[in-house]
């Protein structure tokens, strides 16, 4: 199932205006497509996907992010450049499947997909490894940053 994406400065005008209930709304875990070469899901993309008429209008712009909502107790999150992926990467420096997170105790894990190469902040990943809050995914050329709920808030406000 894909998960739900929305550009970072939708995410920080909801958070100032949420406060509090921010959280509740939009709980759990997130990847952060860092601002790049990125491409919003499509050229119509005002906004964000799934979101109700009426939202906070923000357009993409060359220093916004793509969030993707992992939320919690998803099970697998497949992230790769093909569309069947929950976390679509649209960039030919990424494998149609790159790499699986998970759940696993309360903690998110990742591993790449066999024959995938993957760092972890500058580290070559050839194991399963547990993530922190601002820990670095480079997939191709593509950075990715997770994010845990409170580490996400507290991005969302800068």
């Not at 499509?42 to 993409?60: E, H, I, K, L, Q």
């Not at 998110?108 to 190469?117: H, K, L, M, P």
């Not at 845990?148 to 406000?157: C, S, T, V, W, Y």
């Amino acid at each position: 199932m894909a998960r739900p994406s929305y550009l970072l400065s939708f995410i920080s005008i909801q958070a100032l205006r949420l406060q509090a209930t921010f959280a509740a709304k939009y709980p759990g875990a997130w990847l952060i497509w860092e601002p790049g070469a990125w491409q919003p899901p499509s050229r119509a993309m005002v906004n964000t996907v799934g979101v109700p008429v009426g939202a906070p209008a923000t357009a993409p712009t060359q220093t916004d992010s793509l969030c993707f909502s992992l939320g919690r107790n998803v099970g697998l999150v497949s992230i790769g450049r093909a569309p069947e992926n929950d976390c679509v990467v649209s960039d030919a420096t990424v494998s149609r499947h790159h790499a699986d997170l998970f759940e696993r105790a309360g903690r998110w894990w990742v591993r790449a997909a066999e024959g995938r190469q993957l760092a972890l902040n500058g580290q070559p990943l050839t194991a399963e490894a547990v993530l922190s809050r601002h820990d670095h995914l480079q997939l191709g050329n593509v950075t990715l940053t997770f994010e845990d709920e409170p580490g996400m808030a507290e991005r969302a406000l800068r």
